[in-house]
């Protein structure tokens, strides 16, 4: 269960980055999913600490730096992989300006 936000991140990210035109749009529909999955993903761990259980994952007393540093990782590397998707569809789509420009005019500009 600790993997929920790197789960939201693989699959979410890059299509949202992909699918959406607006570069804003995509940033900010990551940004809700993957603050829903934080906020789900740390209460899940939170009640799981009070459990009796052997193991616990927050030590009672301690400061989770770990656990922040690792989600702020897969954080920002939701949003590289948001910016990677939108460069990816801005490309293609001038790939294919380019391929209809050239069919309209015959083959004449390429000469």
Excluded: K, N
């Amino acid at each position: 269960m600790i993997i929920m936000i790197a789960i939201v991140t693989v699959l979410g990210a890059f299509g949202l980055g992909c699918l959406l035109h607006s570069r804003l749009a995509a940033h900010l529909s990551y940004a809700v999913a993957y603050l829903w999955a934080f906020v789900f993903q740390t209460l899940y761990l939170l009640l799981a600490s009070f459990d009796e259980a052997d193991d616990p994952v927050f030590a009672p007393g301690s400061f989770p730096l770990e656990y922040g540093l690792f989600t702020l990782g897969i954080l920002i590397i939701g949003f590289a992989l948001v910016e990677a998707g939108h460069r990816l569809r801005a490309r293609l789509r001038h790939r294919r300006s380019i391929r209809a420009e050239e069919t309209a005019d015959g083959g004449l500009a390429a000469a």
